[in-house]
């Protein structure tokens, strides 16, 4: 009976906009956002670490989830083997917050990421273009070296036949864009891998991610 009152109190706040840290954000997340976990789900999650337990709970489909972080402003769940999600609330000015949701699948090597956006009451879903420019592959490859003709170049860049990225907040905060090519034969990987520049890093300002120089 507790837990609900608090609950529906930690959901009144959000949508009033008083809420502005992760865990009333996180529980008030609706199922159109994230159906494998309830509402008692997420409760628990915030209950274990908060008494400095591992927060694994068992979520709609019986497999086990797990919240790695909460900070004040920060998320992080393990909600399968190959599927993570991180959140991040991001100032738009003095009084309101965005969030900013990652969800990633794939195991280390072949990893893929989508960016969405929403308002800090979940009540609407935002335009990812108005906060971000994705990266493009050409951005991740480093220049050509004098000691490369353009020719040989051009083929190791087309050796990455396809093109999966991955996002992650680092711990100073800042959004971390990998280019994984772990679907590449391991010649090839080998080869290529001299030429990637891995970390894009991306941090917030001006309302929006931009990369550092």
């Known amino acids: 009976m507790k837990k609900n009152i608090i609950m529906a ?20 997340m609706p199922d159109s956002v994230m159906p494998y976990l309830t509402k008692v789900n997420k409760a628990d999650c915030i209950d274990f670490i908060d008494s400095k337990m591992r927060a694994i709970v068992k979520n709609r489909l019986d497999n086990q989830c797990e919240m790695t972080r909460l900070t004040d402003d920060y998320t992080q769940m393990k ?14 000015n003095d009084s309101t917050k965005i969030i900013c949701m990652i969800r990633t699948l794939g ?17 609407q879903e935002l335009k990812r273009d108005k906060y971000i420019t994705l990266p493009k592959l050409s951005e991740y490859m480093a220049q050509r070296p004098d000691t490369i003709s353009e020719e040989k170049y051009d083929r190791l860049t087309e050796k990455i036949d396809i093109f999966l990225q991955s996002a992650a907040f680092d711990n100073d905060g800042n959004l971390a864009f990998t280019l994984n090519i772990g679907e590449m034969n391991r010649d090839d ?17 001006n309302n929006a991610f931009l990369k550092k120089n």
């Open 79 to 92: 909600l399968s083997k190959g599927y993570t999600l991180e959140m991040k609330l991001l100032p738009v």
């Open 9 to 28: 109190l930690l959901c009144l706040m959000v949508q009033t906009g008083y809420a502005q840290k992760m865990r009333d954000v996180f529980v008030a």
């Open 107 to 123: 195991d280390s090597l072949k990893q893929f990421s989508n960016i969405h956006f929403f308002t800090s009451d979940w009540k």
């Open 189 to 205: 990987r080998n080869e290529v891998s001299p030429f990637v520049k891995n970390p894009l890093t991306y941090n917030w300002r």
